[in-house]
């Protein structure tokens, strides 16, 4: 290895001190054009690579940062363990008070940096209205309530009194400052907040600021007993923060508490950081990853594109090669030669694509910081890695692209080199087509495999290694198009180019033959279309069939004519958000629905902390009412359960999975604890992505939980008693919720309709991301072109001189680009529509829908790929078309 390094360090300074150096200089800023569109591929890839890694980890580091000034000041916090259901009762914090270690104990919700406790007791979410009576949107960090101590009783570093005065009375609160600006409210101003469990009405008395006021963060402060009287049972609080006097241990006190209270659970700082910021610090490093992935996709889309630019390269250089074997110069230098010249152009644009990347993504955060102030604190961490991993990757993905070329320019006899590049034409190699046909076979047969094999000699196979066998066969197949893609690209020219072409009679004959001329060439430039239609054909599928299985189950599902939901509730289809820090409609908002004009019938969705048939799953789906008037779970044996008698239903994969059927009992336990009791399975029902795969009564969880405020409310299903007009029964169901702020109602269509917003979102930052592979082919398609018009300036100059016309000479360009852009579009489409069916096909065990195909939106591929190709073609075409007959026969 070390004779290896010194070998290559020893031909780089040969190289250096060479005149090959000058020449590749040379040969680096002789076609300005050229390199300038290579070095585009490789700057929107690096700039890609560079400003996802700067952005996730300064999300990351901005995320932490909140975390660190959640819990400065903070020696310890103290939650329960999984086997207390209640929390940390009153009495104990009283006792823990009185350690002459501690200096202060403080209790609190569950906000910024502070530890998350294990039952939704004294749930700390609210809503805060601003001066329009509306509710004040907060930021990536919520809104939360705070106890106001009196000073030198704070754990954390006490408020900054900024206007008024803390709260003296139970009907007065404190703001912090950036929040009563945003919502203009004032000292003395009337202010609604709605808490989990009730609406009050309060005077804001004064406005603060605080560490904890950071991405758009709303702080409300009530008096301590306040405090304690809206966010806690009134005997136990969630959590509770201790600091401990000067000169004594953390530690100490930690021991302590943990012996002394077994069902308890004492935290040191660094440990409340681990559990608060766990999840997210997971979610922060998976959108890391995609967005890596969706960089190298791009890179790799280029590096074909510089693997083909190099290639043109040397052939229209043999000559000078040729003249360079001829006087002496070793094959080694001048394959040498080339490759450094592609470290020159990775180099130059990797570094012009960390410039790049690090532009927009502080223009992204400029954006960002203007609209509600909701990332206002963010700052940009540039780790080097940042910068220097960009241009490793350029660097590399150039030189490998080059090796190639490098390699046959060197190897080329100079009797052969000194003849023209068109004349030596690649040999298709029926060994190669072998070889792409046994590849093919073999990946298409993984892929059916993952897509449909679910199990093995009795044994189930479960999703990822399916997946696995997908993502293996997907690799042998795009080997095979690449290795038979000049075999391809003969077949589709000689094909489809010549039925396309034929209307346009002797200039499409002529674009279907140019595209002939050097097939090894125009395979690796329409590679490049076919990975990137591919990718988006790929996600269209997927996206289509998780679009029908949200709205396939919306419409066969509801039966009820409206739909009560809360602010942020149902952030995913089939998950209620009790999670998340969205609010749990109130117990009492159904039954004031219930006792409405017109309001027949009342049905509650919901989850609670209620363990089923020992499923390790926090957070169980849960129907309060007669589920079979509001939701259609098409049962495929037995029957729903009522409304009365304690029941529970599943669905049939957890009914395959557990070997359950209809009459078996399983156990219902508050979460964490063993005590329970035991219900009869009524009904097993087909997939549903509303209400997951288990779901029990609220007949059985209220007898194991018994505490309202426990349960997460989500959404309400409303059905008429025929007195009214379904419009009329809407202005009545709007009327009756208004007073509960967070309640919006719904028709099953616009329900439907806000789940499928959110897939649309998430599917078109996909798209977006794919699109710069997209741009990257077009480039490829644009780059071959213009090389290829320059090393056919003689040929355009006879066709000129024989009277063909410039706007035919631009008809044929646009036409053989047109071809290369519709063979990269259908391999592609029919790649991508087969992986996404595959993968749709071994999701089909985790409640997708089959298969739905995006056909409009694959039409409207087909017909992008025509105009991609005739505005790929545009600059090249008008080049061409100036071309001076006798300039060019000279």
Known sequence: MGGQVITGLRSLRAFINSPLRTITWRSVVANKLRMALTLLSVILGTAFLCGSLLLTNSLERTFSSIIDAGVEGVDLGVIAQQNNPDGVPFDVISEIAQYPEVRAVNVIGDGPGMPSGTTMTGQSALILTDASGQPLQAGSSGT????????????????????????????????????????????????????????????????????????????????????????????????????????????????????????????????????????????????????IAFAAIALIVGSFIIANTFAMIVAQRTSEFALLRSIG??????????????????????????????????????????????????????????????????????????????????????????????????????????????????????????????????????TEPRLAL????????????????????????????????????????????????????????????????????????????????????????????????????????????????????????????????????????????????????????????????????????????????????????????????VGDRITVNPYGSEDGIRVPITGIYAE???????????????????????????????????????????????????????VQVKSKDEFRGSLGTQINQLLGIVYGLLALAVIIAILGIVNTLFLSISERTREIGILRATGIQRSQIRRMISLESVILSIHGAVHGLALGTFVGWAIVSCLRSRGMAPVEFPWTQIILMLVSAVIIGSLAALIPANRASKISPLEAIS
């Open 470 to 661: 997908i993502g293996g066969g997907l690799l042998l197949i795009f080997f095979a198009i690449t290795l038979c893609g000049p075999a391809l690209i003969v077949a589709t020219s000689q094909s489809l180019g010549v039925a396309i072409m034929a209307p346009f009679r002797s200039v499409g004959k002529l674009a279907q033959r140019n595209t002939l001329r050097n097939p090894r060439r125009s395979a690796t430039t329409a590679l490049a279309v076919t990975l990137s239609v591919g990718l988006v054909a790929c996600v269209g599928v997927i996206g289509a069939t998780t679009r029908a299985s949200v709205f396939g189950s919306m419409d066969s599902t509801i039966r009820a004519p409206f739909v009560l939901d809360s602010i942020g509730g149902t952030m995913v289809p089939g998950q209620p958000s009790g999670g998340s820090r969205s609010l749990s409609m109130s117990s009492s908002v159904a039954p004031a629905v219930a006792e409405a004009r017109g309001v027949g019938n009342v049905g509650t969705l919901m989850t609670g902390s209620v363990q089923v048939n020992g499923w390790d799953n926090e957070n169980t789906s849960i129907f309060d009412g007669d589920i079979a008037s509001f939701l259609d779970l098409a049962v495929r044996s037995g029957e729903a359960f009522d409304g009365d008698t304690p029941g529970a239903m599943i669905s049939t994969t957890y009914a395959d999975q557990s070997d359950l059927e």
């Open 144 to 291: 939360h309530p705070l106890a106001m101590y009196p000073p030198g009783q704070w754990v954390a570093p006490e408020p900054t009194l900024i206007d008024g005065h803390f709260p003296s009375t139970d009907s007065e609160v404190v703001v912090n400052s950036s929040a009563a600006n945003r919502g203009g409210l004032t000292i003395g101003d009337d202010v609604t907040i709605v808490t989990p469990t009730e609406r009050i009405t309060a005077t804001l008395s004064g406005t603060f600021e605080s560490n904890s006021d950071v991405a758009g963060w709303i702080g409300v402060g009530f008096t301590p007993s306040r405090y304690l009287d809206l966010f806690t049972n009134g005997t136990h609080a969630s959590q509770i923060t201790i600091a401990v006097n000067d000169g004594v241990d953390p530690m100490d006190v930690r021991n302590r508490i943990g012996k002394t209270y077994r069902t308890l659970m004492p935290l040191l700082p660094e440990q409340i950081i681990e559990q608060t910021t766990g999840d997210t610090t997971r979610q922060l490093e998976f959108m890391t990853y995609v967005l």
């Open 688 to 742: 549903t992505s509303l209400v997951g795969h288990l779901i029990v009564n609220s007949a059985a969880t209220y007898r194991v939980v018994t505490t309202p405020e426990t349960y997460h409310r989500s959404q309400i299903f409303v059905d008429g008693d025929g007195s009214t007009t379904n419009d009329e029964l809407r202005d009545i169901l709007t009327q009756t919720v208004s007073p509960f702020l967070i």
């Open 329 to 462: 110069v070793p094959t080694f230098q001048i394959g040498f030669s080339v490759i450094m010249e592609a470290v020159f152009i990775g180099l130059i644009g990797g570094i012009l694509g960390i410039v790049v990347g690090f532009g927009v993504v502080n223009a992204l955060v400029q954006i960002l910081n203007q609209l509600g102030e909701t990332l206002s604190s963010i700052n940009l961490s540039y780790n080097a890695s940042a910068f220097i991993f960009p241009i490793l990757f350029a660097v590399t993905a150039t030189a490998l692209s080059a090796i190639a070329p490098a390699h046959r320019a060197g190897n080329l006899p100079p009797v052969e080199a000194f003849d023209s590049s068109d004349a030596r034409s690649d040999n298709l190699g029926r060994i190669r087509i072998l070889i792409g046909a046994v590849l093919v076979t073999l990946g298409i047969s993984l892929t059916v495999a993952g897509a449909l094999v679910s199990g093995v000699n009795g044994d189930d196979l479960s």
